[in-house]
């Protein structure tokens, strides 16, 4: 069992290594086909391309990925594996890799060796409305929401939205203990 345990322990480190070499020389970490390059990332097909800066400029220009992903499956565009738009696919295409942004465990550390589709300039756009998209905000209905419920606990008296104070259904308990239980 131990044996197999460093085993299993050599190979992750092995593998990390590997993976931190490949961060150091700028080279891709290629798993499925990237929108809009060859299965080793590295040449641009440059149809699927013109997709991905056509996805840059409509979020830009503040579509929702659900619009653009419904309307590239409506054009007949498929995905790299060849499956219909969903709104993650379009969030992913913001990724790094089309930038040439090589990025490792979170970290930005350099510039792929991979031709880029899009300018970094417009990379850094698009994170930056990410971010802001997706920064948490209060609409007023939530506000009404909450007042409306702070307004009828005050009126039942109750410090606890959840418990009435008045017994009622919910008043009793829903199990008993066991010792208690008839027999």
Excluded at 29 to 45: L, M
Excluded at 79 to 103: D, M
Excluded at 120 to 145: I, L
């Amino acid at each position: 069992m131990a044996h197999a345990c460093r085993s299993s322990d050599d190979s992750s480190r092995r593998l990390k290594d590997a993976l931190k070499d490949k961060t150091r020389e700028g080279k891709p970490h290629v798993g499925n086909r990237p929108y809009g390059y060859t299965g080793n990332g590295q040449a641009i097909i440059e149809e699927e391309a013109e997709i991905v800066r056509e996805v840059f400029r409509r979020y830009l220009d503040g579509e929702s990925p659900l619009g653009i992903a419904q309307d590239l499956t409506a054009r007949g565009v498929t995905t790299s594996k060849g499956k219909t738009w969903q709104p993650e696919n379009v969030r992913h295409l913001s990724s790094n890799f089309v930038a040439g942004v090589r990025i490792h465990q979170g970290e930005q550390v350099g510039t792929g060796t991979w031709p880029a589709i899009i300018d970094r300039g417009q990379w850094d756009e698009v994170q930056r409305f990410r971010e802001y998209r997706a920064a948490p905000t209060r609409s007023a209905s939530s506000e009404r929401r909450y007042s409306a419920r702070r307004s009828l606990r005050s009126r039942r008296g109750s410090t606890s939205p959840t418990r009435p104070t008045s017994p009622g259904p919910r008043a009793t308990p829903m199990w008993t203990p066991r010792q208690n239980r008839e027999r």
